[in-house]
């Protein structure tokens, strides 16, 4: 069965620090790799999108990381801000389509001031 | 902002009765998905459609659920004879054909009494 593990379940930082977040994927094929943020009782909204052939990709202060080697991704929060507290979605999808996404349970990130 | 706008965005409705979502997408786009978010987890994918034919249901979409875009425009997804099961928040997406990029909704939070 195809799946996408994050990790931490949740993580509480204060302003101002940095974060790695992880996430561990079996999905075979394998097409592109994305994150989304999801604040409270909103929809998910794109960060980053990667194929297999793409390393690194940044957006502003989040770097998403991909290693489809080990099947391996990580997304690093800079200089954290409050408005950062959300859950953050790895999701991974086996083609081009865009209709197979396996969502991963996400990380709930807490920034305390 | 990101265009995709769902209704109600919030439904309380008695077990056994049948409720109604309505999506409507980014004017441009001509896919459209359903996906279910319960509490603490990620999206897990419902249905799709291109234009107003619906390529693909997933197991999750049982007899109950039924989903429709008849003029290739908005969607709705009806949910029939409801159980305190289907609680969840109901999440709407469109994209392109290519490029492919998700844009959510801001989601239908249903509970079911």
């Known amino acids: 069965k195809n799946q996408v593990e994050q990790s931490p379940q949740s993580l509480i930082i204060l302003e101002g620090k940095n974060c790695t977040l992880q996430?561990?994927?079996?999905?075979?094929?394998?097409?592109?790799l994305r994150w989304y943020k999801q604040d409270t009782g909103r929809g998910p909204v794109s960060l980053t999108i990667m194929t297999f052939s793409e390393n690194t990709k940044s957006n502003g202060r989040y770097t998403a990381t991909l290693d489809a080697d080990t099947k391996q991704s990580s997304l690093h929060i800079t200089a954290s801000q409050l408005s950062d507290s959300a859950s953050y979605i790895c999701?991974?999808?086996?083609?081009?389509?865009?209709?197979?996404?396996?969502f991963g349970g996400g990380t709930r990130l807490m920034v305390k001031p | 902002d990101t265009g995709v706008s769902q209704d109600p965005r919030h439904k309380i409705t008695k077990r056994g009765q049948n409720v109604t979502f309505r999506c409507d997408p980014i004017s441009e786009h001509n896919r459209l998905y359903w996906y279910r978010q319960t509490l603490g987890q990620g999206p897990e994918f419902l249905t799709y459609?291109?234009?107003?034919?619906?390529?693909?249901k997933s197991r999750l979409l049982s007899d109950r659920f039924s989903a429709e875009r008849p003029k290739g425009s908005f969607s709705t997804l009806e949910i029939q004879r409801t159980e305190q099961g289907d609680s969840a928040m109901y999440l709407c997406?469109?994209?392109?054909?290519?490029?492919?990029?998700?844009?959510f909704g801001p989601g239908t939070r249903l509970t079911v009494t």
């Open positions: 999701v991974v999808s086996p083609n081009n389509a865009g209709n197979m996404l396996t």
């Open positions: 997406a469109s994209s392109l054909a290519s490029p492919y990029e998700q844009y």
């Open positions: 996430c561990n994927y079996t999905v075979s094929p394998f097409s592109n």
């Open positions: 459609f291109q234009n107003e034919a619906q390529l693909e």
